[in-house]
C-alpha cells in the first residue's frame, strides 16, 4: 500500500542551517532504530542536496508498481531519496509549490508499507519542503540538530518555533560536531564551541538527545557510502548515535503511556 497510512511513527530530522550533520544523524538514527528490531524507512526529503543515496553507497534505482515507487533496501532499512529521480549533475531548481509537490507525491507514493518508524532527513531551514511535511503530517515529531556554537543555536531556535506553529511536537535536540578528541582519552578540542545544545534545551525544556562529537572516521564513513554505525560500531560516535535512537524509543513509550 502506497502512503504512509501503515506507518507507526515519523521522526522528522530538520536544522536551522545548512551543513550541520542533519542527514548524518537522520541515516544513523534510522540505523540505530533498526538495531533495535524496528521496521524502519528513511526517506531524503532534502530536495536541495538528496545525499542519501551517495553516504549509503546506493547504486540502484527505485522501481515502479503502477503509480507506486517501491523503496530500496539496504543495511535492513528501506530508502526513498528524491536524489533517485534527478539528474546528480544538474542544480534543483525547482520553486516553491514544485518543491511541495514533490515532497507530497514521495509522501502519497511510496509503497512504504507496514513500518515502526519512517525517518525523514527534511531539507535545512524552514522552507516550502519542511513546511509541507510538518502540515501533512501533524503526527510527525521533530528532532532538531544543532552544532554547539551560538548563531546555529540561534538558527535552530527559529526552526523549533515554526515547527511548534505548525503543531509538531519538537520531541528532541541533537547536537553534532561537539568536542574534538585527537586521541581516545585526550581532553577534547572544542572546535565548534561548547554547551549550545544543553543551553538550548534548558531554554526550550526540550531534551537533548545526546552529543555526537567531530569524528573523522564519521566523514569518511559518509563518504565511503558505509555508515558508521556498520563500518566501526564501537566508535563513540556510533555509541552516542545508539544512545540516541534509545532515547527517541523511550520517547514513544512515555508518550503511549
Ligand atoms: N560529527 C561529525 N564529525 C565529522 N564529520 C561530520 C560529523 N557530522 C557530519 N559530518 C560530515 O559533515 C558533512 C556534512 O554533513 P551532512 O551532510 O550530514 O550535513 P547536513 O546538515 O545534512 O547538510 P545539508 O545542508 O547538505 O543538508 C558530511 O561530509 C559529513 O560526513
Redesign the pocket.
Known sequence: MAGIGQVEHVVAVA?G???????????NLALGLAARGFSVGLLDA?V??P?IPL?LGISTEPVREGDALVPVEKFGLLIMSIGFLVDEAQPVIWRGPMVSRAVKEFLDQVAWGRLDCLVV?L??GTGDPSITIARSIPAAEVVM?TTPQAVAVADVRRAIHLFQRLGNPVTGIVE???GFRAAPGAAPIDIFGAGGGEALSRETGIPLLGS?????E??????AGAPILIRSPDNP?SLAFGRIAEQVKRGWHIRLQ
Open positions: 536544522s542551517k545548512g551543513g550541520v550533520g542533519k542527514t548524518t544523524v537522520a541515516i532534502d536541495y542536496g545525499s553516504m532527513d531539507p535545512p540538530v553534532n560536531m561537539a555526537i562529537p567531530i569524528e573523522p564519521l566523514r569518511a564513513a559518509g563518504d560516535a
